[in-house]
T-cell receptor, first 113, second 113 residues
Framework: EAQVTQNPRYLITVTGKKLTVTCSQNMNHEYMSWYRQDPGLGLRQIYYSMNVEVTDKGDVPEGYKVSRKEKRNFPLILESPSPNQTSLYFC????????????FGPGTRLTVL | AQKVTQAQTEISVVEKEDVTLDCVYETRDTTYYLFWYKQPPSGELVFLIRRNSFDEQNEISGRYSWNFQKSTSSFNFTITASQVVDSAVYFCALSTTGNQFYFGTGTSLTVIP
C-alpha cells in the first residue's frame, strides 16, 4: 500500500530534550516536506526536500532541522524543543516539485512541557 | 509574496444545502498550481483537486465543483446538496515555481443533519 508513515504519532516531552520524528514514504517520491498545523494558522511549511541531500527552508524553519540521506526518509529533528513547538506535525511527499499533489502522513501530535 | 486567504473560518449549513468555500490567492508567478485538501475529524489530509494556472476550466466531480477565476485570483469550491460526511476542515493551497507550498488557514464546515 502506497503511504507516508510517521513515528511517533503522539509524543509528550520536556523543554530541551532532543527528539526526532521520523517520516518514510514508499512511493519513490522526490519531493518531501514537513508542516506544522496550529489552530487558526492552517498548515505552515517547515522544511522541504527536492531530492536526496537537497533541503531548503520553508516559512517556519526556526528550531528545526531535517536531513535527506535516503530518498524514502525525511526525519524532523528538534534539537532543543520549546513549548511554542507544541503542534500537530505532518510529513508529506509528492512525485515531483510543485505540480503533483502531496500525500500526507497521519500526523504527529507533539506536546512540549 | 505568495499567500492564500480563506476568509471563512467556520460555516454551518443544514444537510442538502449548497455551500461555497472561498479561496483567494496571491502570487506574481505566471505558472502556479492550486489545490484543495479535506481534513475530516479523523485528522488525515485528503487531496481533492489540483488546477494549474493555465487551465481556467471549471471542474465538476459528483457533488463537488470548483470555480477558478484568474481575474479575481480565486479558486472557490462548491459542495452541492451537502451531506453530514462533508463536515471537515477544507484547505486551499498554492504552489509556485519556487517549490514551496502555501496553505490557507482553512474553513471548518459543519453540516447539520
Amino acid at each position: 500500500e502506497a503511504q507516508v508513515t510517521q513515528n511517533p504519532r503522539y509524543l509528550i516531552t520536556v523543554t530541551g530534550k532532543k527528539l526526532t520524528v521520523t517520516c518514510s514514504q514508499n512511493m519513490n517520491h522526490e519531493y518531501m516536506s514537513w508542516y506544522r498545523q496550529d489552530p487558526g494558522l492552517g498548515l505552515r511549511q517547515i522544511y522541504y526536500s527536492m531530492n536526496v541531500e537537497v533541503t531548503d527552508k520553508g516559512d517556519v524553519p526556526e528550531g528545526y532541522k531535517v536531513s535527506r540521506k535516503e530518498k524514502r526518509n525525511f526525519p524532523l529533528i528538534l534539537e532543543s524543543p520549546s513549548p511554542n513547538q507544541t503542534s500537530l506535525y505532518f510529513c508529506a511527499s509528492s512525485l515531483s516539485i510543485s505540480y503533483n499533489e502531496q500525500f500526507f502522513g497521519p500526523g504527529t501530535r507533539l506536546t512540549v512541557l | 509574496a505568495q499567500k492564500v486567504t480563506q476568509a471563512q473560518t467556520e460555516i454551518s449549513v443544514v444537510e442538502k444545502e449548497d455551500v461555497t468555500l472561498d479561496c483567494v490567492y496571491e502570487t506574481r508567478d505566471t505558472t502556479y498550481y492550486l489545490f484543495w485538501y479535506k481534513q475530516p475529524p479523523s485528522g488525515e489530509l485528503v487531496f481533492l483537486i489540483r488546477r494549474n494556472s493555465f487551465d481556467e476550466q471549471n471542474e465538476i466531480s459528483g457533488r463537488y465543483s470548483w470555480n477558478f477565476q484568474k481575474s479575481t485570483s480565486s479558486f472557490n469550491f462548491t459542495i452541492t446538496a451537502s451531506q453530514v460526511v462533508d463536515s471537515a476542515v477544507y484547505f486551499c493551497a498554492l504552489s509556485t515555481t519556487g517549490n514551496q507550498f502555501y496553505f490557507g488557514t482553512g474553513t471548518s464546515l459543519t453540516v447539520i443533519p
